[in-house]
């Protein structure tokens, strides 16, 4: 299996899938020369990058090879979390038009429904359909544009050449724009993909057959079976989620290949100022390693000065395990320690509403204070009237906590403990956390950590209690 990775985690991940037998695909200069290897420039049949604000991956596979990567990181690293994918990507179906809407028409493609953005056909019509977003956090946005992939070419609804613009070299693009004139189906175009450059003309000519047959078969099955039909498997998408600790875990493979600073992800997944600090730090460790420690202790001071200073608000970010993100009460920092990077807030409420599972009303002048811990898997945060009694205690269960210069961020477990002034403790919302555990998004391993992390938790909070 080969595999193309791209982003802040490709020298570990390249490590990690290396070391269990995949081969790497398109990979740069500074990665074959970390990790040894030659250049390939096939196709590859995992494609691997970073999620748009870093903080984990998104995975494009046929479903056999995506079971093995998603198989290596849960063995490998600690509390990914793993989204899948409803339908494959530029999977065909043959699907049945429903109701309009304001954007286009629903498609019904048996177990799901897609939304044919742009287009408002009648209700019954039979009609072919391409998965352009396979439904990952989004709907499932459809296409009429049907097109054929191959490993080095994809056949297009349109009477054109096209050559990827990875391929540069004058006389190659010329070659398979003639070639592809040549040899081109009736009805079709040709996409040269990137590994077409470096195969043989007869296995060109061989793939665009193949793919012709593939394309007779595809409409020879649509005529003859009625909708809704998948006709033709794309390629799963997965989104990883790299909490805290998978980010740390990460730092310890990297640093096999590479001098790596302890939280060298976490901090290239801040921002590009941090990633430029990190990088010219490395750079000194790999010339006069004994600096090491010299080095990464300046790093993390020069982080930390763009962090908030006490008086300063901290916005709240909590991500649900649906991946809906929340921005609960902001705080003002009343204190603040450096090791661990630990943060107290003061937040301050309006009367309306009331606190969640504690079942207490939110008054006029009541207040809470958060405790927040770099790398915690809980928040704690006491809430109190305005004459400063306390109303309860409600600790927030998640992945590890991310303090970022701006925001406090994590993923919320569904999964709470809360404790009343009279010392009653509940733990709520495990339904939540089990649903995760059913769908596939929390690992079993995972899932045996949260609920016994949540009975060590109570249990030192009726310690304290008795203490």
Do not use: C
Not at 130 to 141: A, E, H
Not at 343 to 365: H, M, N, S, T, W
């Amino acid at each position: 299996m080969k595999a193309r990775i791209r982003g802040i985690y490709s020298t570990a991940l390249t490590k990690l899938l290396l070391d269990y037998g995949f081969q790497i695909t398109q990979s740069t200069q500074i990665i074959r020369n970390r990790l040894n290897i030659d250049l390939d420039t096939d196709t590859p049949d995992i494609d691997i990058k970073d999620a748009s604000d870093k903080q984990g991956l998104i995975v494009e596979a046929r479903n056999i090879v995506l079971d093995a990567f998603i198989n290596i990181i849960t063995e490998e690293l600690p509390n990914p979390l793993i989204y899948l994918s409803k339908v494959t990507t530029n999977a065909i179906y043959k699907g049945t038009t429903e109701q309009r809407t304001s954007h286009g028409t629903i498609i019904n493609l048996g177990e799901y429904k897609g939304i044919l953005l742009g287009e408002k056909l009648k209700e019954g019509e039979e009609l072919l359909v391409r998965v352009v977003n396979p439904g990952l956090g989004r709907d499932i946005t459809l296409t009429t544009n049907i097109t054929i992939p191959g490993k080095y070419a994809v056949l297009i609804p349109e009477n054109s050449i096209k050559i990827s613009k990875k391929i540069r070299n004058p006389e190659t693009r010329q070659m398979l724009f003639v070639l592809g004139k040549a040899i081109k189906p009736k009805n079709w175009g040709i996409l040269w993909r990137t590994a077409a450059a470096t195969r043989e003309t007869k296995e060109l000519i061989e793939e665009v057959k193949k793919l012709e047959g593939k394309a007779e078969e595809i409409f020879k099955k649509a005529e003859k079976e009625r909708a809704p039909l998948l006709l033709y498997e794309g390629e799963r998408i997965a989104h990883i989620k790299i909490p805290y600790d998978s980010k740390r875990k990460l730092d310890e493979i990297r640093s096999e290949v590479t001098p790596t600073i302890p939280d060298h992800h976490f901090y290239k997944s801040l921002n590009s100022e941090f990633a430029l600090v990190v990088d010219l730090a490395e750079k000194i460790i790999s010339r006069r390693p004994e600096l090491k420690e010299e080095v990464t202790e300046q790093v993390k001071e020069t982080v930390l000065q763009k962090y908030p200073k006490i008086g300063e608000l901290v916005e709240i970010e909590h991500i649900k395990l649906d991946g809906k993100r929340l921005h609960l009460t902001p705080g003002k920092v009343i204190e603040k320690t450096t090791n661990p990077l630990t943060l107290k807030l003061l937040r301050k409420f309006r009367g309306r509403g009331a606190y969640d599972a504690l079942d207490v009303p939110i008054e006029e002048g009541d207040y809470g204070i958060t405790e927040i811990t770099q790398g915690s898997w809980y928040m704690k945060t006491s809430y109190y009237n305005k004459e400063r009694e306390l109303k309860g205690e409600y600790y927030n269960i998640s992945t590890g906590i991310e303090i970022h210069p701006q925001k406090v961020t994590y993923i919320d477990l569904a999964i709470d403990v809360v404790k009343w002034p009279n010392n009653d403790i509940k733990v709520v919302d495990k339904e939540e956390l089990e649903e995760a555990y059913k769908k596939g998004i929390i690992t079993k391993k995972y899932y045996k950590e949260i609920l016994k992390n949540v009975e060590t938790l109570e249990e030192k909070i009726k310690a304290n209690i008795e203490g």
